[in-house]
């Protein structure tokens, strides 16, 4: 089951990427990645109001939805907030850099939750750090692009 949860979140991507490129285009990369954090929110929902095998497998269904999000939303976002010059080093540092470094952190918080408190309540500390990264995100203005077409000549070293 371990196996087929996993590849039901990666099947799904394929399916949704094209669908996020859509809304990316059509709301904004920032919009984007709030939408993310509320799909997300809403799969470890599920397991939280009805912790299930088969409410698991259907919040990682949906969490391939919100992958695909997340993955289309950060790349529009960096792309449209950054100077040409420095897009490809942001992408790596936001994409790559930051999400290892927050993984190591996280890695061994998740694990004592889930020790010490058990499944249910791992499920209830997703759903708030979804929910807490959702303030962040709003609060970073990620609607709102940063960099427009008409400073963009004059910023190029």
Same mark, same amino acid.
């Given at each position: 089951?371990? #196996? ?10 394929? /399916? ?12 904004? @990369? #920032? ?12 799969? *470890? ?9 088969? &409410? ?8 391939? *939805? =919100?992958? @695909? /999000? /997340?993955? *289309?939303?950060?790349? #529009? ?20 850099? !930051?999400? =290892? !470094?927050?993984?190591?952190?996280? &890695? ?5 939750? %889930? ?6 309540? %791992?499920?209830? %500390?997703?759903?708030? @750090? ?5 303030? %962040? *995100? ?15 000549? @004059?910023?190029?070293?």
């Amino acid at each position: 089951l371990i #196996g087929l949860a996993s590849t039901l979140g990666a099947v799904i991507e394929l /399916f949704a990427m094209p669908w996020a490129d859509r809304l990316n285009r059509r709301m904004g @990369s #920032g919009r984007l990645l709030e939408a993310w954090l509320w799909v997300k929110a809403v799969a *470890v929902l599920m397991v939280v109001i009805h912790p299930s095998i088969a &409410s698991i497998l259907i919040s990682r269904v949906i969490g391939g *939805v =919100a992958y @695909s /999000f /997340f993955t *289309v939303g950060i790349v #529009g976002y960096i792309t449209r907030n950054t100077l040409p010059h420095q897009t490809a080093t942001a992408l790596a540092l936001l994409t790559m850099t !930051l999400k =290892a !470094l927050v993984d190591s952190a996280a &890695s061994p918080l998740n694990g004592l939750v %889930f020790d010490t408190l058990g499944a249910y309540w %791992f499920y209830v %500390f997703m759903l708030a @750090s979804c929910l807490l990264g959702w303030v %962040f *995100v709003r609060a970073a203005g990620a609607g709102r692009d940063k960099i427009n077409e008409t400073n963009l000549e @004059s910023e190029v070293p």
